[in-house]
């Protein structure tokens, strides 16, 4: 059944950066992984200044014009400077020393004695005297970000980035592994408190996106996993036990979650559950077109709110090595495509004409699955008229025999009595009193 050929393709090359450094990349970066796009980035806006055309070319227009961005743009420089300054102190700062401090010893060997995961622990050894420089420049990281909130959103992520980057040097002592569990615990510790001030920023059109995305995600609703070629047993897909139905709450949490690496975790756990249905549905493993194709059916099913948004805040906050690598790399990725092809689906990538694709979009055709729900509750109802037939038949049928054999009883109790009367005409009973012999 599962043989026919699939709607929906992916290579595992095609979820990797395509400037081939072996990471994991993402169409909101062109395919790129976040390292290698923030590289391209800075490089295409290196060479925008270098040809920006130099006053006085094109008449006095363009010098008012060109002096007017140059004052901009060292505006603009002077208050990033001035929130580096204020994060990290002076660039000397920024260099590592060449012995840790005897209270950074004491700091480290706390850190290395934190389980996987245990933020609550994190916050308590944050509070301690030997965490105070640590604690300073996140708090004042914190502090500067919430005071240059109207910073465009693409600069609020590049500080945050640099931040990351610069605060990895402070557990450079602590084994790989540890440098990675303490620098998720300081991305929860600021993210969750710049979340307000980030999310969904005025700077960006992520609103209008995430109600375009809504609408389209509503006029999909037709589409069923026959479609996309999802191989999932159709019986298991009823209403009150739909086995995705995990999935589908766990990508809606998402957005409840503030810190980025608690929205991947919702990711991941979707993902992990589409994967169980897939191994439920069928004895071989599950490839990556299935794996797509049923995340793109949860996403349908689901239609997180402000599913742009989250991917977008995921994107620019998170930290690097969670997008780029590891399982939370490859279920965003998945994720971040499966809403790419969403918003590109046409009538072939679902095996439909043009003309059959705009009948289903337009409401003009009804999708096989719902012809075959109201097939099967018309069948249903027509058994269950059965049934309840059948039944109260049969509860005729007792309520007859109980009277007859009410009938019955009520006739051997009558030929009782009369046999009792005639033997009694027959041979009726005296009964005579006598008295005993007297004793002298």
């Known amino acids: 059944m599962w043989a026919e050929p699939r709607g929906i393709h992916v290579d595992q090359s095609e979820l990797l950066c395509k400037d081939g450094c072996g990471y994991y990349g993402n169409p909101a970066w062109q395919g ?36 007017f961005e140059e004052k901009k743009s060292t505006e603009k420089g002077r208050r990033v400077n001035t929130m580096k ?22 700091a480290l060997k706390a850190f290395q004695s934190l389980q996987p995961g245990d933020f609550t622990n994190f916050l308590k050894l944050l509070r301690k005297p030997f965490s105070q ?24 992520s590049d500080l945050v980035q640099d931040f990351y980057q610069s605060i990895a040097g402070h557990f450079s002592s602590l084994s790989e592994e540890q440098t990675v569990q303490m620098m998720e615990h300081i991305e929860k510790l600021i993210m969750t408190r710049l979340h307000k001030w980030v999310f969904c920023h005025d700077s960006s059109d992520d609103e209008q996106k995430d109600l375009a995305l809504q609408r389209r995600i509503r006029s999909l609703s037709w589409v069923t ?4 070629r999802v191989p999932i047993k159709e019986e298991r897909l009823e209403v009150n036990s739909d086995p995705l139905l995990p999935a589908i709450t766990a990508i809606i949490e998402m957005d409840a979650r503030r810190a ?32 797509l194709s049923g995340m793109i059916l949860v996403v349908l099913k689901a239609n997180p709110p402000r599913l742009h948004s989250n991917t977008q805040y995921i994107t620019r906050f998170g930290l690097p090595h ?25 009538g072939p990538a679902l095996n439909l004409s043009a003309e059959e694709f705009e009948g289903y979009m337009q409401g003009q055709r009804v999708a096989p699955r ?36 009410q009938a019955d009883l009520a006739r051997w109790v009558q030929a009782v009595q009369t046999q009792v009367e005639e033997i009694q005409g027959k041979a009726p009973l005296n009964f005579t009193c006598t008295e005993p012999p007297s004793q002298s």
């Open 32 to 67: 790129c992984c976040s390292k290698c796009w923030r590289e391209r980035s800075r490089r295409a806006q290196a060479c925008r200044q270098d040809s920006s055309p130099s006053p006085g070319v094109e008449g006095g227009s363009a010098i008012t014009f060109s002096k």
């Open 85 to 106: 300054r204020l994060f990290w102190g002076p660039s000397s700062s920024l260099k590592k020393p060449n012995e840790p401090t005897e209270s950074q010893s004491a």
């Open 133 to 156: 420089s640590l604690q300073s420049r996140c708090t004042a990281f914190v502090n500067t970000m919430e005071a240059y909130h109207d910073l465009p959103v693409q600069k609020q």
């Open 225 to 228: 996993p026959q479609m996309l």
């Open 260 to 291: 980025p690496q608690d929205k991947l975790a919702c990711v991941s756990k979707c993902s992990q559950s589409v994967f169980r249905v897939l191994a439920s549905s069928s004895s071989e493993p599950a490839s990556a077109d299935d794996f």
């Open 322 to 346: 969670s997008l780029m690598a590891g399982e939370s790399g490859y279920c965003f990725t998945n994720l971040c495509c499966a809403v790419a092809f969403i918003e590109k689906l046409d």
């Open 370 to 405: 719902e012809a075959e729900t109201d097939c099967e509750g018309l069948r249903r109802a027509r058994k269950n008229r059965q049934l309840l037939a059948e039944v109260a038949s049969r509860q005729e049928q007792l309520a007859e025999g109980a009277q007859a054999l």
